[in-house]
């Protein structure tokens, strides 16, 4: 019997290592097989779901030999046939720190060229007080030809309408599930930092764009770090995890240490966080540059630092405002996509000579990548930390400090 594109449809692996993006790594007659939902040292069986030439992808069916670390789903909705919601949820939250962390140090060794630490004892640190339930403050649903709104399936167009996601906290959905949507519309649901629910839709496009309405409480959530209030709007970005934002900001001034009269960079900076913990250390005669794409977060950004003189918010790409830039920077801070910032951006920071460098990445391999050409064009690495501001997820958000 065959499954997808003439591979085989089930077999019988043991699962290796973990692999970026939240598989094992298996192998069957000297090929590779990419296996999710089945842990380190397993013996499980699996369905073959697609045929990539030199590699498989598989899900696990049956779990033959369980790891230790292997617990029943704290999500719900997800698993194989489920939700893409929570792909480790079925892993104690210290096996799942213990398997990002090994996942960063391969990817930094192999990508970046840099020995974090070695695989068996990296680790990612928890957030906050650690929960692996109920820590999500920020969700979008999509919606299907129904009107439903729903949680995709992993790689997939299809909705799972069971809205008990175990990353959300207790009732922050019970609204939604009722409610009928046009198809395609996004629904963007937040609890701010004053306990308020926010439900906006987006949504769906039509030729004159993508139309915004309130559903429920206000467009903007309000969201506070260190006595200073930010209204961002609820389809625009925000950390996540309710505690996130609050400790990147006080990583930042730790790391960034910089002296009255300095100058910063907060390079995809969004609403300007990391910008108000850097305008407080360089005083009124330093000065702050904030960029970013987001009109939105701009809007945010003016609004919340309007107080503070040495702070110029950009709406712009980083390349475009850097190349624009005459005045070097004393600390450059980036907190780019998924992507990356890439070789054009870490070129226009090295050519401008900033001596210090604190980079965040929320994607582990283009994280490394980037961690190289650093390394490459004369940095030092003082520090890497990996935090599991995703808990249930194979999602990490990862930091370099680095110097020249």
């Given at each position: ?36 939902h ?7 069986r ?7 030439g ?5 899900d ?18 997800a ?10 949820a ?15 140090a391969n990817?930094?060794?192999?990508l970046?060229?840099y ?45 799972v309408?069971?809205l ?17 949507f ?11 930092d ?15 764009g993508a ?12 969201q ?6 930010w209204r ?6 925000w950390?996540?995890h ?13 790391w960034?240490?910089?002296?009255p ?6 390079l ?27 009109r ?13 003189g040495?702070?110029s ?17 004393d ?10 910032a ?14 210090r ?20 064009a ?27």
């Amino acid at each position: 019997m065959s499954g997808s594109d003439g591979a085989p449809a089930e077999l019988t692996l043991q699962a290796g290592p973990p692999a970026n993006g939240g598989s094992c790594v298996a192998r069957h007659d000297g090929r590779v097989v990419f296996v999710r939902h089945a842990l380190p040292g397993e013996t499980v069986r699996v369905r073959v779901q697609s045929d990539r030439g030199s590699y498989w992808h598989a899900d696990v069916i049956e779990v033959l030999d369980p790891s230790p670390q292997r617990i029943a789903s704290l999500c719900p909705i997800a698993g194989v046939d489920g939700a893409g919601c929570c792909d480790l949820a079925f892993v104690t939250p210290d096996g799942a720190r213990g398997l990002k962390g090994a996942v960063v140090a391969n990817q930094l060794a192999r990508l970046g060229g840099y020995q974090w630490r070695d695989e068996d004892e990296a680790t990612a640190e928890a957030i906050g007080d650690g929960a692996a339930t109920g820590w999500r403050t920020r969700v979008r649903l999509d919606t299907g030809e129904d009107g439903v709104a729903g949680f995709h399936r992993y790689h997939s167009a299809d909705l799972v309408t069971d809205l008990r996601c175990a990353q959300l906290p207790a009732g922050m959905l019970d609204e939604v599930g009722p409610l009928r949507f046009p198809a395609g519309a996004h629904v963007h649901v937040a609890v701010d930092d004053d306990g308020a629910r926010h439900i906006v839709q987006s949504g769906p496009r039509t030729g004159r764009g993508a139309p915004t309405s309130v559903v429920s409480g206000d467009y903007e959530a309000t969201q506070r770090i260190a006595g200073r209030v930010w209204r961002v709007p609820v389809t625009a970005f925000w950390q996540a995890h309710r505690d996130a934002a609050r400790r990147y900001s006080e990583l930042v001034a730790h790391w960034a240490a910089l002296q009255p009269g300095q100058t910063a960079w907060d390079l995809y900076g969004g609403a300007g966080v990391f910008a108000a913990a850097l305008a407080d250390q360089v005083g009124e005669g330093g000065r702050v540059l904030t960029v970013d794409t987001s009109r939105a977060a701009g809007r945010s950004a003016r609004a919340a630092l309007a107080d503070l003189g040495q702070v110029s918010v950009v709406t712009d790409s980083v390349r475009r405002a850097l190349s624009a830039e005459r005045q070097a920077a004393d600390v450059a801070v980036l907190d780019p996509p998924r992507a990356g910032a890439g070789r054009d951006i870490i070129d226009l920071i090295s050519a401008a000579g900033v001596p210090r460098v604190i980079h965040i990445g929320c994607e582990a391999a283009s994280f490394a990548r980037d961690v190289g050409l650093y390394l490459s064009a004369g940095y030092t690495v003082e520090e890497v930390r990996v935090f599991d501001s995703f808990p249930l997820t194979h999602h990490v958000e990862c930091v370099a400090v680095l110097t020249r």
